[in-house]
């Protein structure tokens, strides 16, 4: 085990693999190019290591040149894209190949794409030693593989965290020992949200809220938000599968995350066997779900006050506000039971200060929390 910033790794890909993949993947494109003079193009930062030992293991006339881009920042990869280097100039009419330190979504791999298509290359093509085959997003063909690996976050060998573990010459993989996944239950005013935003920073966990998920997917017209959409548009519910492959999204773009607190979802039983198997197939499962607890009267005490500071018509009306608690109770009390049968289910006080609320739900949780030394 390595312990880098404040997380654990263990030994994933000794140095030995590494090469034997790297010296597969010169012999494979060796034979495609003995005759030709290829441009190797390394991807930076990651790629600096590979590169190195790529070229000692070419046997052919070749040149080297770098782009540099950037999508990841910790552990999380941030959606965004930057170039820092651009392509070089010298490559008009060249047989050019990019050689990438790892590919997961493909959002590096697009930009790629984009960069060399406005060029006047002969031909490009993509050589990627690392390859996590169960997220990419299948949009181009990977001509050169050197290990296919699963979707877990890796250091060493040019891969790095927050800058650390570069200079490694095996690479090490995040330890998910630790990994927490809640359900966190409450009527409306119960005060979720507000703790889920504590607990995700005290446990490094990921929030996935329904809410949010929907409102993402819709406003940004994805092909499950398009989908969500046209149930809305008649009047119909978004049925439970559509839901799940929206969380089921959430979860596959964050596998660095500790753990995950689902709120607003599961509703309903079906819901959540559906939640039990998505995350069996993940080697994941459910460790608590709990309840905020609190009287009625002062939820709608509070929800009225909110309301008068969010202009929400739903928390100005007491009569809303009860439907909104017998709903929840009509759907909880199965859920309750469910879960309970699994010995997961647990109820905290949720009338206090923030800090002695958090307090509470921490109790539970470090039940689950297992140190690493």
């Given amino acids: 085990m390595i312990k880098l910033h404040d997380k654990v790794f263990k030994p994933f890909l000794s140095e030995e693999q590494i090469l034997a ?5 010169a012999a494979e494109i060796a034979s495609d190019y003995k005759d030709k003079t290829p441009i190797f193009v390394g991807v930076l930062n990651g790629a600096f290591m590979f590169v190195s030992d790529f070229l000692k293991a070419y ?5 080297v040149s770098f782009v540099r881009l950037s999508s990841y920042h910790g552990l999380t990869s941030t959606g965004i894209v930057e170039t820092l280097l651009d392509v070089p100039d010298n490559i008009e009419g060249r047989d050019v190949i990019i050689l990438e330190d790892v590919i ?3 959002r ?3 930009q790629l794409v984009h960069l ?3 060029t006047n290359v002969k031909q490009f093509k993509i050589a990627s030693l690392f390859y996590k085959s169960e997220i990419y997003n299948g949009e181009y063909a990977i001509d050169y593989v050197g290990l296919e690996i699963p979707n877990n976050f890796i250091v060493g060998y040019g891969l790095d965290y927050k800058e650390l573990g570069r200079n490694l010459r095996e690479v090490y993989q995040l330890n998910q020992g630790n990994m927490i996944n809640l359900v966190l239950f409450g009527k409306p005013g119960a005060g979720k949200g ?6 995700k920073e005290k446990y490094n966990l990921k929030h996935i809220s329904t809410g949010d998920v929907f409102r993402y997917n819709m406003k940004n017209d994805t092909e499950l938000g398009k989908l969500a959409k046209s149930y809305i548009d008649r009047g119909d519910l978004v049925p439970d599968e559509v839901t799940i492959d929206m969380l089921k999204d959430e979860v596959e773009k964050n596998p660095d995350a500790a753990g995950f607190i689902f709120d607003g979802f599961p509703r309903t039983e079906a819901q959540a066997e559906a939640l039990d198997n998505f995350l069996e197939s993940k080697n994941m499962q459910v460790d608590a779900t709990i309840a905020l607890e609190a009287e009625d009267d002062i939820l709608v005490a509070r929800l009225l006050e909110r309301g008068k500071e969010s202009g929400r ?3 100005q009306d007491e009569n809303k506000i009860r439907n909104r608690f ?13 879960y309970d049968k699994q010995g997961k289910f647990h109820s905290v006080n949720g009338i206090g200060e923030i800090a002695e609320i958090t307090e509470r739900l921490s109790v539970v949780i470090d039940q689950f929390v297992v140190i690493q030394e």
């Avoid at 046997?59 to 040149?63: A, R, V």
């Avoid at 507000?194 to 607990?199: E, F, S, W």
């Fill in 108 to 110: 590096t791999l697009k």
């Fill in 116 to 118: 060399f298509s406005g």
């Fill in 313 to 315: 018509s739903d928390d």
């Fill in 21 to 25: 993949a790297i010296d597969k993947m």
């Fill in 59 to 63: 046997p052919y006339p070749c040149e």
């Fill in 104 to 106: 997961d979504t493909g």
């Fill in 194 to 199: 507000t703790q889920a935003g504590v607990l």
């Fill in 326 to 338: 017998d709903e929840y109770n009509q759907k909880t009390a199965p859920l309750k039971a469910y």
